[in-house]
């Protein structure tokens, strides 16, 4: 096997996964080949969903089989989702089974118009998880103050749960005393602590992305040094709380009874801006204990050029500095987080739509054909 840098930096504790989904991706061997290369884990939304069936006509065949069948449009596209998240399982399993269950997962979304309704959340998550069947599954909840209470429900249920979107220490510090608590709930009910895994997914460029545009309508040189700085500072703030939260008593007497520790993942971490180094939230994020998941041009990209070292708990006196300088240019951190989170559940959402009104109109094709 020849040795990748991404087997430098899980010789570092970080693990990176794939943010990317595409059935002849997985079939051709694609995915296969990554792993081979120490990829050990898959992410997906709506949005890549929506690239793969809505381009090309490598779903058509299934799609007309199931509408002939008389399935509904949202069953075709949950068959097609769940039929590619057990393939990409199936090729992760021995990852799954030589991490002894913390790596090797792939990750399927809800429904992001249920981003706000914490029982549909509760009731979808239980219901994929199932249908898909696989142990080295999560299903994905966005971190609203409903997606947190689903979190918490379904994670003392022993449902795998990859908590998305979230962007602030604020976020953070709930989701990970939601999973504390929950993990506490199956101890008092006697229950396996050791099946439900659970990852915190920090997205980070677009915090950039947000703040860079106060930033240059703030127009002087103290706001210009702060530009690609914001997304990275906030990041190492989340690892901070993570390792003060998990390296407790509270923590400590859980994980001695066999739970699994709730990793950071890292997401959102393809470069934007074309002015900054293409694997800057690759390189400047790079600790023990943590995930980074990354489109297949920003893992090429890090694979031929990339730094391995940790990083992500180096230089945390500058990212406080950054931060507190970012505050006192009249710039509310808080602020910013709250609305690119609901930017993010409309960027999931719209690609949502239109892949549904895309199977619907190949659905409809088909049966009047």
């Known amino acids: 096997m020849t040795r990748t840098k991404l087997h430098e930096l899980a010789e570092l504790g970080q693990s990176v996964w ?24 898959v992410t997906s939304n709506p949005s890549l969903f929506q690239k793969a069936i809505a381009e090309g006509d490598e779903y058509d065949d299934q799609i007309r089989k199931l509408a002939l069948e008389g399935k509904t449009t949202q069953e075709i596209y949950e068959q097609l989702a769940i039929d590619d998240v057990r393939l990409a399982a199936d090729i992760l399993h021995q990852v799954y089974e030589e991490s002894l269950g913390m790596d090797g997962y792939v990750s399927l979304e809800v429904n992001p118009r249920l981003a706000h309704d914490k029982d549909g959340q509760v009731e ?4 994929l998880f199932e249908a ?3 142990p080295n599954v999560m299903i994905k ?9 689903a979190f918490h429900e379904l994670t003392a249920a022993g449902v795998n749960i990859n908590v998305t979107l979230m962007f ?47 930033l240059n309508e703030t127009g002087t040189p103290a706001a210009e040094a702060l530009k690609g700085k914001i997304g990275i500072a906030n990041a190492k703030m989340v690892y901070q709380h993570y390792f003060n939260t998990f390296h407790g008593q509270r923590w400590n007497y859980l994980s001695e009874q066999g739970a699994r520790i709730q990793r950071v993942l890292y997401g959102s971490t393809s470069t934007k801006n074309p002015e900054y180094r293409d694997v800057m939230y690759v390189e400047n994020l790079i600790g023990l204990d943590t995930i980074n998941t990354v489109p297949p041009e920003t893992l090429e990209a890090f694979l031929e050029h990339g730094t391995v070292g940790l ?18 240019l009249g710039i509310d951190l808080n602020e910013v987080t709250r609305q690119v989170l609901d930017e993010g559940i409309q960027k999931f959402v719209e690609p949502y739509d239109k892949l549904i009104e895309t199977i619907a109109q190949k659905q409809a094709d088909f049966i009047t054909a």
């Open 311 to 328: 990083t992500l708990d180096q230089d945390i006196d500058v990212a406080y500095e950054q931060l507190d300088r970012l505050a006192k």
């Open 124 to 127: 979808e998550a239980k219901r």
């Open 18 to 41: 794939l943010d990317y989904i595409k059935r002849s991706f997985i079939t051709s061997g694609g995915l296969g080949d990554y792993v081979q290369k120490g990829l050990s884990g």
């Open 132 to 134: 898909v069947d696989q």
């Open 141 to 149: 909840v966005p971190a609203t103050a409903e997606g947190i209470l």
């Open 168 to 214: 602030s220490l604020l976020q953070y510090d709930m989701v990970a005393e939601a999973y504390i608590s929950a993990m506490e709930k199956r101890v008092a009910s006697l229950d396996d602590l050791h099946k439900p895994a659970s990852v915190a997914s920090i997205f980070v460029s677009r915090v950039d992305t947000k703040v860079d545009k106060l």
